[in-house]
């Protein structure tokens, strides 16, 4: 996750923008800069690498000015180099950019129609160009920023900064985090409140839309629509901790809320943005043309995970998986197949019956690949391959964002796959990954919603029993669904195939048990519905998710329209959400839920 810090200052302000910086280093980034204002205009310092690389650069080359922005870049579009680094500059204006700007090849087109030069490959710099056009056409900063944001697309947080106005920084937010902090004759911006710490504890965070017109006495801000709004101030603890959360009452709520974002970085690692094509960070040690078969072994959330990716590798790359609980791996003894892949999945990359499955695995001649969260993990050092997911740190204890980017890994294995083994060509790949590039702004839409939803989980929580129907790619949400019903609220929940409903679930369907019917309009649509109705019928309580406004006489939760490909993780989200609104209803312990930890490293 790339990291923002900018600072309205009374002192020179560079040093204290690496410090800052310092203090999102867990958020992972591969070159970081910072750019001041100055008598002579706009002057910057970037490198690639750590922060100490930044830090040396300024002990040479000191950086005067006290309004500045730094960065921290987690690359997504172009390579790891200095030119591609943040902040970047473009006439009187400098930009630095945390999230990813979906439309960026039909605005850098336009530009360099219209006569621009482009010296970075980042998608960052249409916005820096677009602004300065702007800029040049003789609009103010302000009127410069309004005009820009209404044409970008995507998940995407900016801090600005314009040659010639000391007393002015603007902030947008449209996904990832964005905080204000207020000082006395001095404001900052930063990704979270812990970066600004050393600085403040008073703290405004934007809102999804919001953008902000901040000076070194005040800050305005504006909503999507352009008007005035008023954000509360809030007082931050997170000096004493290292990781805060930020605006919100819990670490999941929190953690629900970072998915786009940490999806984006996921992203970033295994896809080509301007190709639309996956790209591995290193060469496999296996080819998918030569394996006979797959096993994905998994506990928990994450085997869910595994579930989704054996209809993505099966149907995608016409290759057989069997997905299976590490426990039940470990001790069954199955036998596998000479040319086969086993893929372990974890957050933390301990949990024990997943590495005892590993080890199995490895003992009966498999290639072997992890998909962490965790790269110093057990499970890292011992599989040939690493696939490591971004989610960053993860507190609430029932998986959420781990859960997101672990499907968005898997993704792009499957991917990889069909186009290694010939069954997907470039133009379905580049379909399918446009579509996974879309998800984070898809997200972000989705968790607007979150006061329905929370309305909806709010009658959920009074029932003893509820019960999840899917079919296809969206059956293991169903089963993730009712997990997390289940670990947060202590409400007895299951998961079924929609196609099983007669083969003995239907008998427990009465007026007081809540069905959750996940229905996106994919091949398998009208026979979910077919169900629905026979759940109906029968008086079942239905909340239907889907992607249209669904039936009038059912309560609805409306996802954004998507390639069905992508279905598992745009409804992740609203059930998520439903679980964890009926777990606060109740009064539970949504961040540490009875009986469970984090991470399960005994049998």
Not at 97 to 115: S, V, Y
Not at 172 to 189: C, K, S, T, V, Y
Not at 241 to 261: C, S, T, W
Request: charged share 25%.
């Amino acid at each position: 996750m790339c990291g923002i810090v900018g600072i309205l200052g009374k002192e020179p302000v560079a040093d204290s923008i690496v410090e800052a910086l310092r203090r999102l280093e867990y958020r992972g980034y591969d070159s970081a800069g910072v750019a001041t204002l100055t008598s002579s205009g706009i002057e910057r310092r970037r490198a690639v690498g750590k922060l100490r690389n930044l830090a040396e650069l300024l002990a040479r080359a000191p950086l005067p000015g006290t309004s500045g922005i730094g960065h921290t870049r987690w690359a997504t579009h172009g390579g790891v180099t200095e030119t591609n680094a943040h902040p970047h500059v473009v006439g009187d204006v400098v930009v630095v950019h945390n999230g990813i700007i979906e439309n960026f090849r039909t605005l850098k087109d336009e530009l360099i129609a219209g006569g621009a030069v482009f010296t970075t490959e980042t998608d960052t710099e249409v916005v820096a160009q677009l602004l300065a056009r702007e800029i040049s056409q003789g609009a103010s900063p302000r009127d410069a920023v309004k005009a820009v944001l209404k044409r970008l697309q995507g998940a995407f947080a900016l801090a600005m900064l314009f040659k010639g106005e000391g007393d002015l920084m603007i902030g947008a937010r449209n996904g990832p985090p964005l905080a204000i902090g207020h000082g006395d004759g001095e404001m900052f911006l930063g990704s979270d409140a812990i970066a600004l710490a050393p600085f403040t504890n008073r703290i405004t965070y934007l809102e999804d839309g919001d953008w902000a017109v901040v000076s070194h006495n005040k800050a305005e801000i504006f909503d999507a629509e352009n008007r005035p709004v008023k954000r509360p101030m809030s007082f931050s603890q997170a000096s004493s901790l290292l990781v805060d959360k930020g605006n919100y009452r819990h670490f999941m709520a929190k953690e629900i809320a970072e998915q786009p974002e940490v999806i984006g970085h996921t992203l970033a690692e295994y896809v080509d943005f301007a190709e639309r094509r996956v790209r591995m960070p290193q060469a496999l040690p296996f080819d998918f043309a030569k394996l006979d078969r797959i096993t994905i072994a998994a506990c928990g959330t994450a085997a869910y995970a595994g579930l989704v990716a054996k209809y993505w590798f099966e149907r995608i790359a016409r290759l057989p998986v069997e997905a299976d609980i590490a426990s039940e791996v470990r001790y069954r003894e199955a036998p596998l197949l000479k040319n086969g892949l086993a893929i372990v999945v974890s957050q933390s990359g301990e949990t024990a019956d997943t590495l005892a499955a590993l080890r199995y695995c490895k003992a009966q001649g498999q290639h072997t690949l992890a998909v962490v969260n965790v790269p110093e993990s057990t499970m890292a050092r011992e599989s040939e391959t690493v696939i490591r997911t971004f989610a960053g740190p993860e507190i609430g204890v029932a998986s959420t964002k781990t859960f997101t980017c672990q499907l968005v890994a898997l993704a792009c294995l499957a991917i990889l796959a069909g186009r290694q083994r010939g069954t997907l060509s470039a133009e379905a790949e580049r379909e399918l990954v446009g579509a996974l590039i879309a998800t984070p702004r898809q997200m972000t839409e989705t968790l607007k919603d979150e006061k329905h939803i929370a309305e909806i989980a709010r009658e959920l929580a009074g029932s003893r029993d509820v019960m999840f129907l899917g079919r296809g790619l969206n059956y293991p949400l169903a089963l993730e669904g009712a997990l997390k019903l289940k670990e947060l609220s202590y409400i007895h929940a299951e998961g079924y195939a929609a196609g099983e409903l007669k083969h003995g679930p239907i008998a427990l369907i009465d007026e007081t048990v809540p069905v959750i019917v996940i229905a996106p309009h994919d091949e398998l649509y009208e026979k979910t519905i077919s169900n629905m109705e026979e759940v109906a019928a029968r008086g079942g309580r239905i909340v239907l998710l889907t992607d249209d406004h669904g039936h009038k006489s059912f309560r609805t939760i409306t996802v954004p329209k998507a390639n069905a490909f992508v279905s598992p993780l745009l409804y992740a989200v609203p059930v998520q959400l439903l679980a964890y609104h009926a777990a606060v209803f109740l009064g539970t312990d949504v961040d540490q839920p009875r009986n469970l930890a984090k991470s399960v490293t005994v049998e």
